[in-house]
C-alpha cells in the first residue's frame, strides 16, 4: 500500500490578479488480497502550477481485468495512451470531444496490440480553467463532494445498468429482473473490446468551486464502501487524510476477496 499528496505552491495573488482555485491532489493504492497489482493510474501537471494554468490538470485510474489476460499490461498502455492525447489537446477546442476521441483510439489500439484478450476500465478527469471534463467506461468510479454532499457523476456500464434502461425505456419501471440477474455486474463496455457503443462523459463544462473534492477510484473502492463512508473520508481539508481514510475503512472490512484498490483524490480551493 502506498498514498502520496502532491501540492503544488499557492499563486500569490497580486493586485488586479483573477483569482484562480489551486489544486491538491494525492493518491491511495493497494493490492489487497489479490496475488497482483492490475490497477495502474497517473496525475499529469499536479505539481506545477503554471502548467496547470496552460494545458490542465489530468487525473487518470485504469483498472485492468483479473478476468482476462494481460490486466496490468492492458491498463498501463490504457493510461499512457491517454496521457500522450492529452498533451496534444488543442485547449482553445472541444475538450470533451477530444476526450472521446482519445479513448476511442486507446481502445482500438489496446484491441489490436491485445487481440481482444485483455481489457481495461477508465476513468479520467480532466481540469482546465476551474472546468471539469470527464470520461469513463466500465464500472470506475468518479465522486464529487461539494458541500455536505456526495454525488456520483458517472455511472457503471454493466448488463445491470442496461437492464434498468430496458424497465424504464419500456414503462414497467420493474427493476426486480435486474436486480436478481446473477449476470448483472458482467461490464457491457471496457477498453480493449473490438468497439465501443457507448461512453460515459459529460459534454457541458462542469464549473468547480472553493471547496470541491473530487475522487476517481477502482471499484475496489467504489463497490467496497457505502457512500455515507466515502463522504464522511473526504470531509476533511487534507486530501493525504482523504486517503488515510478510505484505506482504514477498507482495511477494517477486512474482506476476504478485496480486489486491488486505487484512489486519487483532488481538492479545489483558493
Not at 485547449?91 to 483510439?105: H, I, K, P, Y
Not at 461539494?146 to 414503462?171: T, V
Not at 462523459?201 to 464549473?207: M, S, Y
Amino acid at each position: 500500500m502506498g498514498f502520496f499528496t502532491l501540492m503544488p505552491g499557492r499563486r500569490r495573488r497580486l493586485p488586479g490578479m483573477e483569482h484562480l482555485l489551486s489544486y491538491q491532489a494525492a493518491n491511495l493504492q493497494c493490492v489487497g488480497t489479490r496475488e497482483r497489482q492490475e490497477d495502474s493510474f497517473a496525475f499529469v501537471n499536479a505539481l506545477d502550477v503554471t502548467e496547470i494554468r496552460r494545458k490542465g490538470l489530468l487525473a487518470v485510474v485504469a483498472d485492468g481485468m483479473g478476468g482476462m489476460s494481460d490486466g496490468k499490461q492492458v491498463s498501463e498502455a490504457c493510461v499512457s495512451s491517454i496521457l500522450s492525447d492529452f498533451q496534444n489537446m488543442d485547449r482553445d477546442g472541444n475538450l470533451a470531444a477530444q476526450l472521446e476521441e482519445s479513448v476511442m483510439n486507446t481502445n482500438e489500439n489496446l484491441y489490436k496490440r491485445f487481440c481482444g484478450k485483455g481489457g481495461t476500465t477508465l476513468v479520467a478527469a480532466l481540469i482546465y480553467q476551474e472546468n471539469l471534463f470527464w470520461i469513463s467506461i466500465g464500472d470506475s468510479y468518479l465522486y464529487l463532494k461539494r458541500g455536505k454532499g456526495l454525488y456520483r457523476l458517472n455511472r457503471d456500464q454493466n448488463y445491470r445498468s442496461k437492464l434498468y434502461l430496458e424497465a424504464i425505456r419500456s414503462g414497467t419501471l420493474n427493476t426486480a429482473k435486474a436486480d436478481s440477474d446473477p449476470d448483472g455486474p458482467r461490464l457491457s463496455e471496457f477498453l480493449g473490446s473490438e468497439s465501443i457503443e457507448e461512453v460515459d462523459q459529460n459534454f457541458r463544462a462542469f464549473r468547480l468551486i472553493d471547496g470541491d473534492s473530487i475522487l476517481l477510484c477502482s471499484d475496489g473502492v467504489g463497490g467496497v464502501l457505502r457512500e455515507s463512508e466515502i463522504l464522511e473520508c473526504l470531509s476533511t481539508v487534507s486530501t493525504r487524510d482523504m486517503c488515510a481514510k478510505l484505506d482504514s475503512k477498507i482495511k477494517t472490512l477486512n474482506r476476504s476477496n478485496q480486489d486491488n484498490y486505487t484512489a486519487l483524490v483532488i481538492r479545489c480551493a483558493y
